[in-house]
């Protein structure tokens, strides 16, 4: 497993944020028939160094995790969307390292 810092519009996070919204949607859909906030809907500058981050797990190059931060001030951030593909849910992950694609 390896874990990779990403823009939020990199496209290896693309196919886990569709699953995510997906999921959500389904989970949480508002009453007023709208759609579930994506990640995507926010703006990329929140989740992008020095105040964010965007992290995809990988397994054999294929997004299958993910979670992103934004900051509110020097001592607050959120944790955002964490999310584990459905597929890989309940499984012992390989040994992981970090490296940054931006």
Do not use: N
Request: include cysteine.
């Amino acid at each position: 497993m390896e874990f990779v810092e990403v823009p939020q519009d990199d496209p290896l996070a693309g196919p886990l944020l569709d699953d995510l919204q997906r999921e959500y949607g389904s989970r949480y859909g508002r009453l007023d028939g709208t759609e579930y906030q994506d990640l995507r809907t926010y703006d990329a500058a929140e989740f992008a160094p020095p105040g964010g981050v965007l992290v995809v797990a990988t397994v054999d190059g294929e997004p299958v995790a993910g979670g992103a931060f934004r900051r509110y001030d020097e001592s607050t951030a959120e944790l955002k969307r964490i999310w584990t593909a459905a597929a890989h849910r309940r499984r012992r992950p390989p040994s992981a390292g970090l490296r940054r694609r931006c």
